[in-house]
């Protein structure tokens, strides 16, 4: 089987489109990038979706946690602290075993039957762990930046007669996203990373439809030499990150773009091996 043969057959093969059995003995390089690669899809999923989603819940959380009435202060904070303070794979073990207790026949609400089976695969189960996880740090993220906004900024828009949402919208929000963006962007890489842990936690691959760390995994038992399959998955994060960074960084240089070239702060790429 010729390389684009093998693109052909599982270039796909982690959404379902392709052939379904996997190589069974002559374990090509080529397969094994074709099929670790395939994977990548379902991470790429995971990530894209909990930190579109998790953007505007982490700006929620901030403002709440920066309100003054204690009755939106203290739940953000407690949520907060929650998902900062316990580990992502203890998040993901515990949010399993929690839907797993669901009735198997469904909930029943007026009448109407809601399924219930479907929450504790891994597209949704797993997606919604990393949802509320990247909306904790990002929150804690646009909080600081929140608190970081200059005081003459919010008096010259009061100075203006902006007030309330014209103001936030206008002078408070692009400030704070300002701010906060490097980190943010920090934040997004890391959640990419941590999308390699659905494959460690308990939610399953449904009909072997796993990521790329399902793949990795795959090969590394069949051929016995992980120093192979797990490197090629490391290619692929590493690959992801410098798209994340190349794209985090148009969006920084739109954010900065009325600041003069000498006060802009460039993107740089700055490993960050322990969080």
């Not at 819940?57 to 939106?72: E, I």
């Not at 038992?221 to 590493?238: E, H, M, Q, S």
Request: proline residues 5%; positive net charge; glycine residues 8%.
């Amino acid at each position: 089987m010729s390389c684009w043969e093998t693109i052909a057959d599982y270039g796909l093969r982690s959404i379902g489109i392709g052939e379904r059995l996997l190589p069974r003995s002559d374990f090509t390089l080529c397969q094994q990038f074709v099929l670790i690669g395939s994977g990548m899809i379902w991470n790429i999923y995971f990530g894209v979706l909990a930190l579109a989603f998790g953007f505007f819940m982490s700006v929620t959380v901030a403002l709440g946690k920066g309100a003054q009435s204690p009755w939106l202060r203290k739940p953000a904070e407690w949520f907060i602290f929650l998902f900062r303070g316990s580990p992502l794979f203890i998040q993901f073990f515990l949010a399993y075993e929690a839907l797993v207790l669901l009735p198997r026949a469904g909930i029943d609400i007026l009448g109407i039957t809601i399924e219930t089976s479907w929450t504790t695969r891994a597209w949704a189960g797993a997606l919604f762990v990393l949802f509320l996880n990247t909306s904790a740090y990002a929150g804690e993220i646009f909080y600081g930046a929140l608190r970081s906004v200059p005081k003459g900024d919010i008096e010259a828009a009061d100075a203006y007669g902006m007030t309330g949402w014209t103001r936030f919208r206008r002078i408070t929000f692009p400030t704070m996203l300002r701010l906060a963006w490097p980190a943010y962007t920090n934040e997004a890489i890391f959640l990419f990373h941590a999308t390699a842990l659905v494959f460690f936690s308990g939610f399953p691959a449904w009909q072997q439809r796993g990521d790329a760390l399902y793949y990795a995994n795959y090969f590394a038992d069949k051929t016995f030499n992980p120093f192979v399959a797990y490197p090629i998955a490391a290619f692929y994060f590493i690959c992801l990150t410098l798209l994340l960074i190349g794209l985090f960084g148009l969006i920084n240089r739109r954010l900065n773009r009325h600041l003069p070239a000498e006060r802009r702060k460039s993107m740089k790429l700055r490993p960050q091996l322990i969080r």
